[in-house]
């Protein structure tokens, strides 16, 4: 497709305060703004010049965005990358900072913020549109050329009024080129568990589930997946062009279709390379001979939300699996010899003392490589913001139920009473392993450390 103006386009991933957010504990990782990186191929593809800005990984000031901004066309500015679609800050303040550094008519916005409120961000930022959902078709649509009320899935303001176009298709993601992974530097990304070099990737969008907790608004409608040769191209060319070790699968749920996992390990495996991997998926997504397929190719950490250790609050969230099926997906994870990181949370509506404290002994029961735990939030566009009959914009937690500072202790709590067991002291020191011991030191500065006090 080529552009009928040459354009030049900016993209910005603001950074927001420190490993962990103040506000509603969201981890603000060192990790690969995926999404941009789509754009920017995109764009490229059409003959574009695009800037990237990651002020999350090479500290930026100010002065230095203002002036980025001035030098393009289009400035794209996100609340939210890929990595925290699901889960995103509560803060808007460091965004909003870098929005009001860009002339508001070449100013657009993207992320998870603006499309569950899209005519509220486009008054806070007073930004020429809102992207809404997925941003690929649309960015690259602007910087065609084409105004904002042509372009579907966009939010704008005309005669002041607010005008919110029709959601657009679906990302085919087999569409998609190689990610513009040449616009960053592999060397300032990293995931304090699996190392440096560190790469993001996805293979597909959608979950078939509708847990009430789970913001899934920036996810199309369906289940996409790329090709795996695609897949295995994009790793290869990470670890051989890029100098990638490690990396993680960004997918909902990665295992959901346990024949096209088993065919992109297999091709992993063929391939041979160097390359340590993390994934996140549900416990009863998973076996033994997957699992065990899944460490040859790569794999090293699991995330599973488990959520609750109450029968009753998994039930009432939707989440659709029991305590049986997350213990055998746990224990199989053991024995293949991936690691597992576990989340919990706390303050789903209806749950009492007797529930959180089930949760707690069930972490522990668990006894996972790694354990995480937090309030729950309710998001805007999630049946549980719906239910909470909530009014207030990217609440912290159901405040008419629950008190956040409670939450929060008890959070601090699960954390001690997790990490200082003298079980789970025990098993780290039995496991003669250098790289996790740095790993668990790591983990305790910047997690457990903060619950102690
Ligand atoms: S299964 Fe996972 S991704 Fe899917 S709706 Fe539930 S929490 Fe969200």
Same mark, same amino acid.
């Not at 991933?13 to 981890?27: A, E, I, M, T, Y």
């Not at 002020?55 to 066309?73: G, K, L, M, S, Y």
């Not at 997350?326 to 919990?344: N, V, W, Y």
């Given at each position: 497709?080529?552009?009928t103006?040459?354009?030049?386009?900016?993209?910005?991933?603001?950074?927001?305060?420190?490993?962990?957010?103040?506000?509603?504990?969201?981890?603000?990782?060192?990790?690969?703004?995926?999404?941009?990186?789509?754009?920017?191929?995109?764009?490229?593809?059409?003959?574009?010049?695009?800037?990237?800005?990651?002020?999350?990984?090479?500290?930026?000031t100010?002065?230095?965005?203002?002036?980025?901004?001035?030098?393009?066309?289009?400035?794209?500015?996100?609340?939210?990358?890929?990595?925290?679609?699901?889960?995103?800050?509560?803060?808007?303040?460091?965004?909003?900072?870098?929005?009001?550094?860009?002339?508001?008519?070449?100013?657009?916005?993207?992320?998870?913020?603006?499309?569950?409120?899209?005519?509220?961000? *486009?008054?806070? @930022?007073?930004? %020429?549109?809102? &992207? /809404?959902?997925?941003? #690929?078709?649309? =960015?690259? !649509?602007?910087?065609?050329?084409?105004?904002p009320?042509?372009?579907?899935?966009?939010?704008?303001?005309?005669?002041?009024?607010?005008?919110?176009?029709?959601?657009?298709?679906?990302?085919?993601?087999?569409t998609?080129?190689?990610?513009?992974?040449?616009?960053?530097?592999?060397?300032?990304?990293?995931?304090?568990?699996?190392?440096?070099?560190?790469?993001?990737?996805?293979?597909?969008?959608?979950?078939?589930?509708?847990?009430?907790?789970?913001?899934?608004?920036?996810?199309?409608?369906?289940?996409?997946?790329?090709?795996?040769?695609?897949?295995?191209?994009?790793?290869?060319?990470?670890?051989?062009?890029?100098?990638?070790?490690?990396?993680?699968?960004?997918? *909902?749920?990665f @295992?959901?279709? %346990?024949?096209? &996992? /088993?065919?992109?390990? #297999?091709?992993? =495996?063929? !391939?041979?390379?160097?390359?340590?991997?993390?994934?996140?998926?549900?416990?009863?997504?998973?076996?033994?001979?997957?699992?065990?397929?899944?460490?040859?190719?790569?794999?090293?950490?699991?995330?599973?939300g488990?959520?609750?250790?109450?029968?009753?609050?998994?039930?009432?969230?939707?989440?659709?699996?029991?305590?049986?099926?997350i213990?055998?997906?746990?224990?199989?994870?053991?024995?293949?010899g991936?690691?597992?990181?576990?989340?919990?949370?706390?303050?789903?509506?209806?749950?009492?003392?007797?529930?959180?404290?089930?949760?707690?002994?069930?972490?522990?029961r668990?006894?996972?490589?790694?354990?995480?735990?937090?309030?729950?939030?309710?998001?805007?566009?999630?049946?549980?913001?719906?239910?909470?009959?909530?009014?207030?914009?990217?609440? #912290?937690?159901?405040?008419?139920?629950?008190?956040?500072?409670?939450?929060?202790?008890?959070?601090?709590?699960?954390?001690?009473?997790?990490?200082?067991?003298?079980?789970?002291?025990w098993?780290?020191?039995?496991?003669?392993?250098?790289?996790?011991?740095?790993?668990?030191?790591?983990?305790?500065?910047?997690?457990?450390?903060?619950?102690?006090?």
């Amino acid at each position: 497709m080529a552009a009928t103006v040459t354009r030049k386009v900016l993209l910005v991933n603001p950074s927001w305060d420190g490993l962990v957010s103040r506000k509603g504990r969201r981890f603000n990782r060192t990790w690969p703004p995926l999404d941009l990186l789509n754009c920017a191929a995109l764009l490229e593809q059409d003959g574009l010049s695009v800037g990237l800005i990651d002020a999350r990984a090479v500290p930026t000031t100010p002065e230095t965005i203002r002036d980025a901004a001035a030098r393009h066309d289009l400035v794209f500015v996100t609340s939210s990358p890929i990595d925290r679609w699901q889960c995103p800050n509560l803060d808007l303040g460091p965004f909003l900072a870098v929005t009001h550094l860009v002339e508001p008519d070449k100013l657009y916005v993207m992320g998870t913020h603006g499309t569950v409120a899209p005519g509220e961000l *486009l008054h806070m @930022t007073q930004a %020429r549109a809102i &992207v /809404r959902g997925e941003p #690929e078709p649309a =960015v690259r !649509a602007l910087c065609e050329g084409k105004d904002p009320s042509e372009v579907p899935g966009v939010t704008y303001l005309q005669e002041g009024t607010t005008i919110h176009n029709p959601e657009g298709n679906p990302v085919d993601l087999t569409t998609l080129p190689m990610p513009a992974f040449h616009l960053l530097d592999l060397r300032n990304y990293r995931y304090e568990i699996l190392g440096g070099r560190f790469a993001l990737l996805e293979t597909t969008r959608g979950c078939h589930h509708r847990c009430h907790f789970c913001l899934l608004k920036m996810y199309g409608k369906g289940y996409r997946k790329k090709d795996p040769e695609q897949v295995v191209h994009e790793v290869t060319h990470l670890v051989r062009e890029a100098g990638a070790k490690t990396g993680y699968f960004i997918d *909902l749920e990665f @295992t959901a279709v %346990r024949d096209d &996992v /088993r065919d992109l390990c #297999e091709r992993l =495996v063929s !391939a041979g390379l160097p390359f340590e991997w993390a994934c996140q998926t549900r416990a009863d997504y998973v076996d033994g001979p997957l699992l065990k397929l899944m460490k040859r190719a790569g794999c090293r950490l699991i995330h599973f939300g488990v959520e609750s250790g109450s029968p009753r609050i998994l039930a009432a969230t939707n989440k659709r699996i029991t305590l049986e099926q997350i213990e055998r997906g746990i224990a199989e994870t053991k024995q293949s010899g991936i690691d597992q990181l576990c989340f919990f949370m706390f303050g789903f509506p209806g749950e009492t003392a007797g529930d959180m404290e089930a949760t707690i002994a069930f972490a522990k029961r668990l006894s996972p490589t790694y354990a995480s735990f937090h309030a729950v939030t309710p998001y805007m566009g999630t049946k549980l913001y719906e239910m909470s009959g909530s009014s207030e914009l990217f609440p #912290e937690v159901l405040s008419k139920e629950h008190d956040p500072l409670i939450l929060q202790a008890i959070a601090n709590r699960a954390f001690r009473e997790f990490y200082l067991r003298p079980a789970m002291l025990w098993s780290r020191v039995r496991r003669v392993d250098v790289r996790l011991w740095r790993r668990q030191a790591a983990l305790f500065w910047h997690y457990v450390r903060p619950a102690l006090t």
